[in-house]
């Protein structure tokens, strides 16, 4: 799989193809690529949505969806199953397994928390040009780079509410 400016592409028998919205992919400016445990692949794009692939079949997540924008330049995953995903306006925080309900249709909306500048970051602009754009470290903190220095995540010590 390659993220590209025209979207994605993929090498099939040795030949990179690109993938066709035909297949439901719809995405441009690919920036993010994520395997998750199961297998299921993530793909983020600079505006165009988050992209679940899940047993030959893409399924579209964006604002619609209850995402907080439609760019996701960096997916990392965290030991809750939860997926942090940077962007121009921050960084947002969405559980895996609602986007799965989402995808199966049995809810509409996934829930997300975004966070910026009032939750500390010197700036909220986490638009990952360069790759990769963010890493889980060995302690499971998160490293996002942001327009105004680095925001350093600790997944384990926010509580949930």
Do not use: C
């Amino acid at each position: 799989w390659v993220g590209n400016r025209d979207g994605l592409a993929r090498v099939v028998n040795g030949v990179l193809r690109q993938v066709g919205v035909d297949t439901g992919f719809t995405g441009k400016r690919v920036r993010a690529i994520h395997q998750d445990a199961s297998g299921t692949l993530w793909f983020g794009t600079y505006d165009t949505g988050l992209f679940m692939y899940r047993d030959g079949r893409f399924t579209r997540f964006t604002v619609r969806e209850g995402l907080p924008t439609n760019g996701a330049f960096r997916i990392i995953e965290d030991d809750r199953a939860r997926f942090w995903i940077s962007s121009n306006i921050g960084i947002y925080r969405v559980d895996r397994a609602g986007l799965e309900a989402v995808a199966s249709g049995r809810q509409r909306t996934v829930m997300s928390v975004l966070y910026g500048r009032e939750d500390g970051m010197a700036n909220a602009e986490a638009n990952g040009l360069g790759q990769p754009s963010g890493i889980r470290a060995r302690d499971g903190r998160l490293w996002f780079p942001t327009q105004r220095g680095v925001a350093v995540i600790n997944p384990a010590a926010l509580t949930h509410n």
